[in-house]
């Protein structure tokens, strides 16, 4: 069976884009919150401060037990890069769909900024005061506070006054909002399309997808040092996530050629481990990681969308990294008998998982669900008359693309 065949089943007896993309949005949020979780109670005290990104997760020093999971080395590399993959397929459909840059950058302004917004704010004007070791008026008055705010339009800031600064890991509020820039850019790439009129012919989509592609893995090859595929021991670089994302939309894109195997899915999470492990051909990684990602995305997992009905995936990944910060600091200050690593991840990640799925919820009720109804009084979509068959079986009902996270 082919993706785009295996889709429009799925669209025949589901409502949505596909069943288990639902479990893969979540699953992927999960994971990169408790391994978050993970580190964040185990990494070295003496780790200097400042304004710490991704590439703080260099400097570590695990302990024994810890240095086991270099064997899941690449699967911590695939969560990011399967996020943005994803993206990049569900959102490539919403385009073809709308063919419209107007309502193709409010749904995603609708489906990002209301969310993030909140939790930036909350993280600045709540968490910060209720936490900091500094005076609430040298606080308030700190450049970091309002610079803080920044991290609303996509221009990434760690710190808070005073905040975090003696944690296990120290001074970083949310790191998970390293990636915004990388979803800004793929946004971009996707705007730039519809804005030239390509989205109306697949075939010159295809074309130009394959053409950026190709062009990103020969300068990769022949430029490595220029562009690093890892950022650090667990993480993608930048311009490799977006990669990732154009990896989801020509897959999206050439679905009517891609078919669907469990032999191949196997063959293909074999190679990603392999390449990413021995940094074997690191640049073409993206291409099995992304078969992967999409093969279990079309299967049936209906008793997941019976037990999960709402979508928290997107406020799970916002509200994880501060949640872990905040347990483990309270857990460090307030429950001396937990100070051993062991037992400090395990109430962590137990106390973390609670609430951050609580504060998903009210997130996904009180502020996206909300902000998502807004997208009624956008125009209706343009009718896609001059595309081939295969290529409107997901674009035709997409829309549940502008409610994932990429």
């Not at 260099?58 to 086991?68: E, G, I, K």
């Not at 699967?75 to 959102?91: E, I, K, T, Y």
């Amino acid at each position: 069976m082919w993706i785009h065949e295996s889709l429009r089943q799925a669209l025949d007896k589901t409502r949505g884009v596909g069943p288990g993309f639902n479990l893969v949005r979540h699953a992927l949020a999960l994971a990169i919150l408790i391994f978050h979780a993970f580190l964040a109670t185990r990494l070295h005290p003496a780790l200097p401060s400042g304004a710490p990104g991704p590439a703080v997760m260099n400097a570590p020093q695990l302990d024994h037990a810890s240095r086991a999971m270099d064997l899941f080395r690449p699967v911590l590399f695939s969560l990011v890069g399967a996020f943005f993959a994803l993206s990049g397929f569900l959102v490539t459909g919403s385009a073809i769909r709308t063919q419209s840059v107007v309502t193709f950058f409010t749904n995603r302004a609708l489906r990002i900024l209301p969310a993030l917004s909140v939790e930036v704010t909350l993280s600045a004007l709540i968490l910060g005061p209720a936490l900091t070791s500094f005076a609430l008026g040298h606080y308030f008055s700190d450049p970091l506070f309002a610079r803080y705010f920044w991290n609303i339009v996509g221009h990434v800031q760690f710190a808070l006054p005073g905040v975090f600064g003696d944690n296990p890991w120290p001074v970083t509020v949310n790191l998970n909002l390293w990636t915004l820039p990388a979803e800004l850019y793929s946004y971009l790439f996707m705007l730039l399309i519809l804005a030239s009129g390509l989205i109306r012919s697949p075939h010159w989509t295809r074309i130009v997808v394959t053409i950026v592609a190709f062009v990103a893995l020969v300068a990769a090859f022949a430029y490595p040092a220029l562009l690093p595929v890892k950022a650090n021991n667990t993480h993608f670089t930048e311009w490799y996530i977006v990669f990732m994302f154009i990896l989801g939309s020509a897959f999206f894109l050439y679905g009517q050629h891609v078919p669907l195997h469990a032999g191949i899915f196997v063959a293909s999470a074999l190679a990603f481990y392999a390449m990413v492990y021995f940094d074997l051909l690191l640049p073409l990684a993206g291409i099995p990681l992304t078969y992967c990602v999409l093969y279990v995305g079309m299967q049936r997992f209906a008793w997941f969308d019976r037990i999960v009905r709402v979508d928290l995936s997107y406020g799970t990944y916002l509200y994880g990294f501060p949640i872990t910060q905040t347990v483990t600091w309270l857990l460090l200050h307030h429950v001396p008998a937990l100070h051993s690593p062991a037992r400090l991840f395990a109430a962590t990640v137990l106390i973390t998982l609670v609430a951050t799925c609580a504060f998903a919820a009210l997130s996904w009720h009180w502020i996206e669900k909300p902000a998502l109804a807004l997208r009624r009084f956008l125009p209706p979509a343009k009718k896609a008359a001059r595309l081939p068959p295969e290529a409107p079986i997901a674009a035709a009902r997409a829309t549940a693309a502008d409610a994932v996270h990429g």
